[in-house]
T-cell receptor, first 114, second 114 residues
């Protein structure tokens, strides 16, 4: 069964600094990887995904993520953080069999301080 | 295009009662998934439906059940409510039961069990 680990419950970063939110995964076969963001009292919004191809994936709002197969990681990054990026971020994975649901990590709360 | 609609948005029940939550997917989407979100556990997968058939089921007790109708709308039911069932229940839809497609989430139904 697939699983996702987000080792940090909370990440604090100063506005204008680069940010990284970490994610590692476990899956049989090739992974399909996703990042979602949740703002207060809202559902989740899709940010980006890795299916195949270039290991660096670019998504919404200036976010990007790097797929590293050897380290089974898919860290979310942004070169310059904004206060408005403060939210709850979820990493998710499913395998490529077509028969399994999307499994989410427990989430990382990002706080960008002005 | 209207997004995923969940009703009710908020509800309060007492232990032992039962509850039914409704989800209307984005028009044309045939796949619906349900997740339970709690602060300590993050998002946990409940069910996935496609064309009225349950494709996957998470590790929840039999008190949790769901169904999907011919118009792709879905309901989930929790019987004999327990305090631990207090959570945000999120519904997500996708065009098909596609491995690589992102999910579109509703804003959730927040259930409080007293």
């Amino acid at each position: 069964a697939q699983s996702v680990a987000q080792p940090e419950d909370q990440v604090n970063v100063a506005e204008g600094n680069p940010l990284t939110v970490k994610c590692t995964y476990s899956v049989s076969g090739n992974p399909y990887l996703f990042w979602y963001v949740q703002y207060p009292n809202r559902g989740l919004q899709f940010l980006l995904k890795y299916i195949t191809g270039d290991n660096l994936v670019k998504g919404s709002y200036g976010f990007e993520a790097e797929f590293n197969k050897s380290q089974t990681s898919f860290h979310l990054k942004k070169p310059s953080a904004l206060v408005s990026d403060s939210a709850l971020y979820f990493c998710a994975v499913r395998d490529n069999t077509g028969n399994t649901p999307l499994v989410f990590g427990k989430g990382t709360r990002l706080s960008v301080i002005a | 295009k209207a997004g995923v609609t969940q009703t009710p948005r908020y509800l309060i029940k007492t232990r032992g009662q039962q509850v039914t939550l409704s989800c209307s997917p984005i028009s044309g989407h045939r796949s619906v998934s349900w997740y339970q979100q709690t602060p300590g556990q993050g998002l946990q997968f409940l069910f996935e439906y496609f064309s009225e058939t349950q494709r996957n089921k998470g590790n929840f007790p039999g008190r949790f059940s769901g169904r999907q109708f011919s118009n792709s709308r879905s309901e989930m039911n929790v019987s004999t409510l327990e305090l631990g069932d207090s959570a945000l229940y999120l519904c997500a839809s996708s065009l098909v039961a596609e491995d690589t497609g992102e999910l579109f989430f509703g804003e959730g139904s927040r259930l409080t069990v007293l």
